[in-house]
């Protein structure tokens, strides 16, 4: 059965997996890729004297050889072996792209803000490779790991957004130091949940099925989720006034946001599971825009 063609993954992956070692073997040389990809930045950062980037390199590499880790420890619980890198039949997605590395190297404007928006993106487009690859499995086993190892990227997402969010501030406060203004007017999540649901309303018309049937659910879901998010978040109203994926993404920062400062269990579970759903809404929100 043929995937779905994405901006996310840009290319449609090359088949289906055929066994729970080939699965392992997989995820272990995309994590294993990232870690070298990473490693080499961070040398080429240094190098160049941006001691800075070449942290969040390092960061980011350390943080891919745990998930290295962790995929062989799995593999071993499961399978009795580690991973075995001759049993990887086709490419994954790439950790960073041939012109997103580029821009890393030669940017004069690159920032650990863009550098963390890049590993984003990276962590989305191993979500949807998963995903995929769950979605089209017809072996349960296979299935329900795939279906793990995509939520495992959307936690490595979760994580990397919020590393993301404090750069920008930091970077932000930088250069506003003595800037003052009026606070804008505000707006609660439920409300922008809904004007979310109304733009993919829209949307929908302007979509060839399969892509249609999947904004459809989306929105159905967005709907859901406005009823749980009543109350929630603080956004400035100018934000409804953006794109849906604006919309989408100013709605994952406001759950993760208010999931760092919640010292209530159950709004603590309640915030977590909207960020995880927004976060998964958002990664297939980007790889249907080619649609």
Request: hydrophobic letters at 40%; charged letters at 30%; a negative charge.
């Amino acid at each position: 059965m043929p995937f779905l063609r994405t901006s996310l993954l840009r290319a449609e992956p090359a088949g289906v997996l055929q066994s729970l070692d080939e699965l392992f073997a997989l995820a272990h040389a995309m994590e294993q890729e990232a870690a070298n990809k990473y490693d080499s930045l961070a040398d080429e950062m240094r190098g160049q004297g941006k001691n800075e980037l070449a942290e969040v390199f390092t960061r980011l590499a350390a943080a891919e050889r745990d998930h290295v880790d962790s995929v062989t420890s799995w593999s071993q619980s499961r399978r009795g072996k580690s991973p075995d890198p001759a049993l990887v039949r086709w490419e994954a997605p790439e950790p960073l792209p041939p012109d997103a590395a580029a821009e890393v190297r030669n940017s004069r404007l690159m920032t650990p803000y863009r550098a963390l928006a890049m590993a984003v993106r990276n962590e989305e487009r191993a979500f949807a490779f998963w995903s995929y690859l769950a979605a089209y499995s017809d072996d349960a086993d296979i299935k329900k790991a795939s279906e793990m190892m995509a939520r495992e990227e959307l936690g490595h997402v979760a994580t990397l957004r919020k590393e993301r969010r404090r750069a920008y501030h930091h970077e932000h406060d930088r250069s506003n130091v003595g800037a003052s203004s009026g606070p804008p007017r505000q707006i609660d999540a439920r409300r922008l949940e809904l004007r979310l649901a109304a733009q993919l309303d829209d949307l929908e018309p302007r979509l060839s099925e399969p892509a249609a049937v999947r904004i459809r659910d989306i929105r159905q879901q967005t709907i859901e989720m406005a009823a749980a998010a009543s109350g929630l978040g603080s956004f400035a109203a100018s934000v409804e006034h953006k794109g849906p994926l604006e919309v989408a993404e100013a709605l994952v920062d406001g759950y993760l946001e208010g999931a760092e400062r919640s010292t209530d269990a159950a709004h603590l579970e309640r915030l977590q599971h909207l960020a995880e759903q927004a976060i998964a809404r958002l990664a297939w929100l980007r790889s249907l825009s080619a649609a």
